[in-house]
């Protein structure tokens, strides 16, 4: 899976329901071996904390063997290529890459050649597809535990903040329409794209808050940035940092999420990351379980 562009809402909901179903057996002590006897190639030209280990850690307790790569200490020092780099990981035998890198396309470029299975772990500013799918299973998760139904069908859901650099934010949004629901989008007009399919714009968080039934706080991507997008960290916190203050005013006690990593002070205040509504951990745990169900999927399409 190289985007979740790819994945209609019946394809979603299946790797949701398989996420949930590895997650029962993780709790019963139970899990399956379906990737045993398979190599996983993690391969991260790219920073990350949550991704990578969660996509390892998904491989192994599925049975899976995996090879770690990452950009620092690699070859890459030497100047080898990102694909001649991605050609030496499947000459050691590996069965499914996982790979993100900074440019935007990579995954796909590589499809043309390389003959495991892929499965994008974010591409520059284009996609993070199992991010999305965790965030989706997250607010189902949250929804069903209020007793409002775990169906996102009807549900307003507002991803805050640097939008133009943001490859979550592109694969929420087709996620969250996918499933049924009313997806806006809230930032600086700076950080907002011209256009954004199925997003509706604003750019007053209080008046996208009084509609919303949870919110994603993306991470102000400085190092993405190519100018200054906005005056200053302080001035972004003030007109979109999250604080409790704002949550209450809002009437809603919207859900909060955040892919990761965050800035406390910037995107959100301690009190919120670390409030009754905050699903950030909980975003994290389900990683591995989002990651079992896409490695696993993949696996068996190739068998
Ligand atoms: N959300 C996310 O992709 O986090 P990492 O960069 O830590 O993997």
């Known amino acids: 899976m190289v985007g979740l562009a790819d994945l209609n809402g019946d394809e979603i909901t299946e790797l949701l329901d398989r996420a949930v179903e590895f997650r029962r057996l993780a709790d019963e002590r139970a899990l399956p071996s379906p990737l045993a006897g398979a190599t996983v190639g993690n391969l991260f030209f790219e920073n990350s904390t949550r991704t990578r280990n969660s996509f390892r850690l998904a491989a192994k307790r599925l049975g899976a063997e995996t090879v770690e790569f990452t950009e620092v200490g690699s070859s890459v020092a030497k100047g080898e290529t990102v694909a001649d780099t991605v050609r030496t990981i499947e000459a050691l035998g590996v069965d499914l890459m996982v790979i993100r890198h900074g440019s935007p396309g990579v995954p796909h470029r590589l499809r043309e050649f390389v003959t495991s299975g892929l499965l994008n772990a974010g591409d520059g500013t284009h996609e993070h597809p199992t991010q999305a799918l965790i965030d989706l299973l997250s607010l189902r998760d949250a929804f069903s535990q209020e007793g409002t139904g775990e169906s996102l069908a009807g549900k307003t859901v507002t991803v805050v903040g640097d939008i133009l650099h943001s490859r979550v934010a592109r694969s929420n949004i087709h996620g969250l329409r996918a499933l049924g629901a009313r997806v806006l989008v809230c930032g600086p007009s700076t950080l907002l794209p011209r256009q954004l399919p199925g ?3 604003f750019t007053d968080l209080d008046a996208a808050l009084a509609q919303s039934d949870a919110v994603n706080l993306l991470r102000v991507q400085f190092e993405r940035q190519r100018g200054a997008f906005f005056p200053s960290p302080a ?12 949550l209450t005013r809002s009437g809603r006690d919207p859900w909060v999420l955040a892919p990761g990593p965050i800035n406390r002070g910037i995107e959100l205040s301690s009190e919120v990351a670390d409030g009754p509504r905050s699903l950030i951990l909980k975003q994290v745990a389900n990683g591995v379980f989002i990651r079992m169900a896409c490695l696993a999927t993949l696996m068996e399409a190739r068998r």
């Not at 972004?236 to 203050?245: P, S, V």
Request: no cysteine; charged share 25%; net charge neutral.
């Open 235 to 246: 001035e972004y916190y003030r007109l979109f940092g999250m604080t409790q203050t704002r």
């Open 199 to 201: 997003a509706e714009f």
